[in-house]
């Protein structure tokens, strides 16, 4: 009888377009009978609810997943998976250069002072043990070490998929920190909400580029099918972004962890494949 397998999907997201990725995966897992934890990451969470479902030790693949806001995943994901965001150390050490100082005097963040001198803010843990490794930062690479697939969804209205690249890479090293072997990315166009968000056929502002007064928007060309439908162009980047994350991403998103689930976890021995192959879909 084969291994009962698990997959931990972690995504933060504001319209919902993220959401759709992550139930595309969980569906594609559960195709072969893997149980399949999601949970949704948000800035603030019952830590205490949370923590018992979120042990990487636990799964055999992770999945993390955000939209790209102003060039960067959201701001849950690098409260929860950055050593030190959003904690004034930019601000603190900026202050101390302007100042004259050479150092500041840092409390030790790890481990904590004997006899519990320092309050802790509590996090959440994604290891059971070894979490922080010797010091913050470091990895204990004897640990388990599940497989990851990052994922996200995105406008790329300027230039397309050169725009998720960062996005990605982020989510990837926030998963190889805490020894994840990350052999799967997803990337796909999400419908944008407000002014970029446009209907087919809807025409954007245009400026002029010498002095930034409107000026009149052209007719889209519209593209004609075999089958005999049609769509007209979009005036950003992503054609049809109106209807993104569609059913050909969700062909994609399905696919890519099929294929993943079968090369690393259907072997001859049932243990997990020798960590190799990759498995990328961005566009
Ligand atoms: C306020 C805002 C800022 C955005 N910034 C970017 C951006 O910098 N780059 C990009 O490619 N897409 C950007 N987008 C588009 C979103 O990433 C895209 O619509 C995504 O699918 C939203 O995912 P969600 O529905 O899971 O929140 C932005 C969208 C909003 C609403």
Redesign the pocket.
């Known amino acids: 009888m084969a291994k009962q397998r698990r997959a931990l999907i972690l995504?933060?997201?504001?319209?919902?377009?993220?959401?759709?990725i992550a139930r595309w995966f969980q569906e594609s897992f559960e195709a072969y009978k893997w149980e399949v934890t999601s949970i949704r990451m948000k800035n603030t969470m019952d830590i205490d609810a949370v923590q018992p479902l979120v042990y990487f030790d636990d799964y055999d693949v992770i999945c993390l997943g955000?939209?790209?806001?102003?060039?960067?995943p959201?701001k849950a994901i690098s409260k929860h998976f950055s050593l030190g965001a959003h904690s004034g150390l930019e601000e603190k050490t900026t202050e101390t250069v302007e100042s004259g100082a050479e150092s500041y005097t840092q409390e030790p963040m790890w481990p904590p002072p004997e006899g519990g001198g320092m309050q802790m803010p509590k996090e959440l843990q994604w290891r059971r043990s070894g979490n922080r490794g010797p010091y913050p930062g470091a990895i204990y690479q004897h640990q388990f070490k599940p497989l990851g697939i990052v994922f996200?969804?995105?406008?790329?209205?300027?230039y397309g998929s050169d725009?998720?690249l960062a996005t990605l890479e982020v989510l990837k090293l926030y998963l190889q920190l805490n020894n994840v072997a990350v052999v799967g990315r997803f990337a796909c166009?999400?419908?944008?909400?407000?002014p970029?968000?446009l209907k087919p056929g809807e025409k954007p502002m245009f400026n002029n580029a010498e002095d930034g007064t409107p000026m009149p928007v052209p007719e889209a060309e519209v593209y004609e099918m075999a089958d005999g439908t049609s769509f007209p162009a979009t005036y950003f980047f992503h054609a049809r972004m109106w209807d993104?994350?569609g059913p050909r991403d969700e062909a994609k998103a399905k696919a890519l962890v099929a294929d993943l689930v079968e090369d690393y976890f259907c072997t001859v021995s049932g243990e997990r494949n020798m960590v190799g192959s990759q498995y990328i879909s961005i566009s």
């Open positions: 995504y933060a997201t504001m319209t919902k377009n993220t959401e759709k955000s939209p790209i806001v102003a060039g960067y959201l996200t969804t995105y406008g790329g209205g300027f725009e998720c166009c999400g419908k944008e909400f407000g970029a968000g993104k994350p």
